[in-house]
């Protein structure tokens, strides 16, 4: 019987019918497979689906996020952009975050945004908001710092808050200057934009690493982002790499009181600026996106979509963030290109929890430029609901630039002696049996502790970034200590040294390895011998337990022991302690379930023990990053606001740590009332709450 899936009705925007249930699983599926692509993309420079899908996965994660805001998760794909930096380089902090932008894929979607504007900002029908519009290159993001006009540094986007130093390589870039021309720049000049690769320089490129036996780029962006981050700067040198600059981040003194101001000073000190439109209206920026999507296939490099920004800097500044993109700009993308190509196989990878996920292993296809040579079946159900096999025609789909979806299978094509997919019903990896729980779309391997690609998959996870983040330990590295046996469980890597001084063929002699990078790596090791409470329990990689919720019990619990104390009390149900575990703001029954389960099971609490020995765990300490006047308060706006929309009153308000509340009761701590406030403010009034007009607020906020 097919079962019905509401899961990855991927297509299907509606979230109406979704239940509770199915929505937190599907929102846990999207987390992983985002987070799995962010890292493809951003620190492999490999994708694994066209930007289309890549789009589509995140577009669902938003409509389910907005239909159920309780279930938001911890490691939420919204809150973040792009992927932590990989190893190799040293990284950067940015001093202002580089942040993505929000997507529109229709005309709706733009008008949406100007009225967006418009209402945050309470302007009136007649006020004129100019729209700078220009292409959306499709490259790699880069943050280039000028100090008194000399470049002192370049670093890529990495997670948007730090990247990469590529200093070296971006200095080898043409037409970037290394001293700023003209007069008149500030002392700190940060220019942002994106390092991108010609179309024809990409071709010779390609043709030359044929004619060396090197490996071919799938396309464009790949290439540039394959040749910026190269540890050689003779080997960037040698790629020919081009840069346009689009925006900036820290700067001493303003650069002006309109994006087209600031992009004319920025040309004048001798940067490559975007080519872009001023336009006045919606019809304006509709018609400058027609007109460029038509000259698209002649542009001399590739773009996909066109970026549309608020032009005036106050209101730009007005307007602001919400999460990962600014509400003064987004990106209207172009529309999805199609191909057909074979399915030749379907494979099947087991992740860290035994997901068994489908993997679309397609005859190679160019589409829009990139090469596709898999795509993501997500999971039984969806091959079910497709009815995809093995042996069929399919048509695929890219949107803007890189990642393929499947859209559908050509049955009039399909080989007279197909069958359809027979979903294994063991792991392919440990023979273990692989099940499927009622009303749960992932099948899983049963085989736990013994199924090796689970352990490899765990193993990754506690050497990741935002576990115990280990510099020269990347998948293939744990791939192969695990195959030569050196390392079953966590602890066995902080034993690593130790074991080698008595090795026969030390690491630094086996092949990938030489003395320099095998020291690097012990290390790095020993330095995290020391580890915050908080990344050790996410780097145990408890189901569901995320990095936000692990600091959460590393703040309420201060200490390991604590923690395993309360994870054996809680069995009682009656206990305090699992009363205080379910009083946690952010935690619920089904995560504290899978936290009991977890150290309740003997493995489990071997793999701790053993960890306990080879390492000092931190208390967890907070920091208090927000400490404005109104942090942890609790506000209401009423009345009719002058100097403010509601709306930018509540994000700036949330912004410096407030709760803004929609009635008053006795909790409430300010009343910010307009004119005419009614009600709300004889509440108030009559419940001793504090009242302030705009101007004391504007006053107490500074
Ligand atoms: S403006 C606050 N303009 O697209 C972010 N971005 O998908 C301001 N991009 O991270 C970005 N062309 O790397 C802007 N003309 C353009 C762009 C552009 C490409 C990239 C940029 C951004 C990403 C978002």
């Known amino acids: 019987?097919?079962?019905?899936?509401?899961?990855?009705?991927?297509?299907?925007?509606?979230?109406?019918?979704?239940?509770?249930?199915?929505?937190?699983?599907?929102?846990?599926?999207?987390?992983?497979?985002?987070?799995?692509?962010?890292?493809?993309?951003?620190?492999?420079?490999?994708?694994?689906?066209?930007?289309?899908?890549?789009?589509?996965?995140?577009?669902?994660?938003?409509?389910?996020?907005?239909?159920?805001?309780?279930?938001?998760?911890?490691?939420?794909?919204?809150?973040?952009?792009?992927?932590?930096?990989?190893?190799?380089?040293?990284?950067?902090?940015?001093?202002?975050?580089?942040?993505?932008?929000?997507?529109?894929?229709?005309?709706?979607?733009?008008?949406?945004?100007?009225?967006?504007?418009?209402?945050?900002?309470?302007?009136?029908?007649?006020?004129?908001?100019?729209?700078?519009?220009?292409?959306?290159?499709?490259?790699?993001?880069?943050?280039?710092?000028?100090?008194?006009?000399?470049?002192v540094q370049a670093a890529t986007r990495g997670d948007g808050a730090v990247g990469?130093?590529?200093?070296?390589?971006?200095?080898?870039?043409?037409?970037?200057?290394h001293q700023l021309s003209g007069s008149g720049y500030p002392d700190i000049l940060e220019v942002r934009g994106e390092v991108y690769m010609r179309r024809d320089r990409f071709q010779e490129l390609n043709t030359n690493q044929a004619s060396i036996g090197g490996k071919a780029f799938a396309n464009p962006r790949n290439a540039a982002a394959g040749s910026l981050r190269q540890l050689d700067p003779s080997i960037t040198a040698a790629r020919p790499l081009d840069f346009y600059a689009y925006a900036w981040g820290e700067v001493s003194d303003p650069l002006g009181q309109s994006l087209t101001e600031a992009r004319s000073r920025l040309e004048s000190w001798g940067l490559p600026i975007n080519p872009g439109e001023l336009c006045a209206s919606l019809d304006d920026v509709l018609k400058f996106y027609r007109?460029?999507?038509?000259?698209?296939?002649?542009?001399?490099?590739?773009?996909?979509?066109?970026?549309?920004?608020?032009?005036?800097?106050?209101?730009?500044?007005?307007?602001?963030?919400?999460?990962?993109?600014?509400?003064?700009?987004?990106?209207?993308?172009?529309?999805?290109?199609?191909?057909?190509?074979?399915?030749?196989?379907?494979?099947?990878q087991v992740g860290r929890t035994g997901a068994l996920t489908p993997v679309a292993n397609l005859e190679p296809i160019t589409v829009g430029g990139v090469v596709v040579s898999r795509a993501t079946l997500h999971n039984r159900d969806e091959i079910e609901r497709k009815d995809v096999r093995e042996g069929d025609s399919i048509v695929i789909q890219r949107a803007g630039d890189v990642i393929p979806q499947v859209v559908e299978v050509l049955l009039d094509k399909r080989p007279e002696n197909s069958t359809p997919y027979p979903f294994p019903t063991h792991c392919p990896e440990c023979g273990s049996q692989a099940t499927q729980e009622d009303g749960e779309v992932v099948t899983r391997c049963t085989g736990g502790l013994i199924c090796p690609a689970q352990a490899v998959e765990r193993l990754k996870h506690f050497v990741s970034r935002n576990a115990f983040d280990i510099e020269g330990l990347g998948d293939k590295q744990i791939k192969f200590f695990f195959e030569q046996g050196l390392i079953k469980s966590p602890a066995d890597l902080f034993k690593l040294a130790e074991k080698d001084k008595n090795s026969l063929i030390p690491l630094r002699n086996q092949p990938g390895w030489g003395r320099q990078s095998a020291e690097k790596l012990y290390s790095a090791l020993e330095t995290k011998r020391t580890i915050g409470l908080d990344r050790f329990i996410f780097g145990l990689g408890i189901p569901q337990i995320g990095q936000a919720t692990a600091k959460l019990l590393a703040k309420t619990y201060a200490t390991l022991d604590r923690?395993?104390?309360?994870?054996?009390?809680?069995?009682?149900?009656?206990?305090?302690?699992?009363?205080?575990?379910?009083?946690?703001?952010?935690?619920?029954?089904?995560?504290?379930?899978?936290?009991?389960?977890?150290?309740?099971?003997?493995?489990?609490?071997?793999?701790?023990?053993?960890?306990?020995?080879?390492?000092?765990?931190?208390?967890?300490?907070?920091?208090?990053?927000?400490?404005?006047?109104?942090?942890?308060?609790?506000?209401?706006?009423?009345?009719?606001?002058?100097?403010?929309?509601?709306?930018?009153?509540?994000?700036?308000?949330?912004?410096?740590g407030a709760k803004v509340a929609g009635s008053v009761s006795k909790k409430t701590d300010y009343v910010v009332a307009g004119a005419d406030a009614g009600s709300k403010l004889k509440k108030a009034e009559s419940l001793g709450v504090t009242v302030l007009t705009e101007e004391d607020w504007h006053e107490l906020v500074g």
């Open 563 to 656: 923690i395993e104390e309360v994870a054996r009390q809680v069995h009682d149900p009656e206990s305090d302690a699992l009363q205080e575990l379910l009083a946690i703001d952010g935690i619920g029954a089904s995560m504290a379930g899978d936290l009991i389960a977890f150290f309740g099971e003997p493995h489990n609490q071997e793999v701790v023990a053993a960890l306990k020995e080879q390492l000092t765990i931190e208390e967890f300490i907070l920091e208090v990053s927000n400490n404005s006047p109104v942090t942890g308060k609790t506000v209401v706006f009423t009345g009719k606001l002058q100097t403010m929309s509601r709306d930018e009153a509540k994000a700036k308000a949330e912004s410096l």
């Open 1 to 151: 019987m097919t079962k019905k899936n509401p899961t990855f009705a991927l297509f299907n925007p509606e979230t109406e019918g979704l239940t509770p249930e199915h929505a937190a699983k599907e929102l846990k599926i999207l987390a992983e497979e985002i987070s799995r692509h962010d890292k493809l993309y951003y620190q492999q420079d490999e994708p694994e689906v066209t930007d289309a899908e890549y789009d589509i996965l995140r577009r669902r994660n938003t409509a389910i996020e907005q239909h159920f805001p309780q279930l938001v998760r911890d490691d939420s794909p919204t809150s973040k952009v792009g992927a932590a930096p990989s190893s190799g380089f040293s990284k950067v902090k940015h001093s202002v975050p580089m942040l993505s932008l929000g997507n529109a894929f229709d005309d709706e979607d733009v008008a949406e945004f100007l009225a967006r504007i418009r209402r945050f900002l309470g302007l009136g029908k007649d006020e004129r908001v100019d729209i700078f519009s220009e292409p959306k290159i499709d490259g790699l993001s880069c943050s280039i710092r000028y100090e008194k006009g000399v470049l």
């Open 291 to 348: 007109g460029v999507m038509a000259d698209r296939p002649d542009l001399d490099h590739e773009i996909d979509g066109i970026v549309y920004k608020v032009n005036r800097l106050d209101w730009q500044e007005r307007l602001g963030f919400v999460s990962r993109a600014p509400r003064w700009a987004i990106a209207h993308k172009f529309p999805a290109e199609q191909a057909i190509t074979r399915l030749n196989e379907i494979t099947i």
């Open 164 to 177: 990469e130093n590529i200093t070296d390589n971006v200095k080898t870039i043409a037409c970037i200057p």
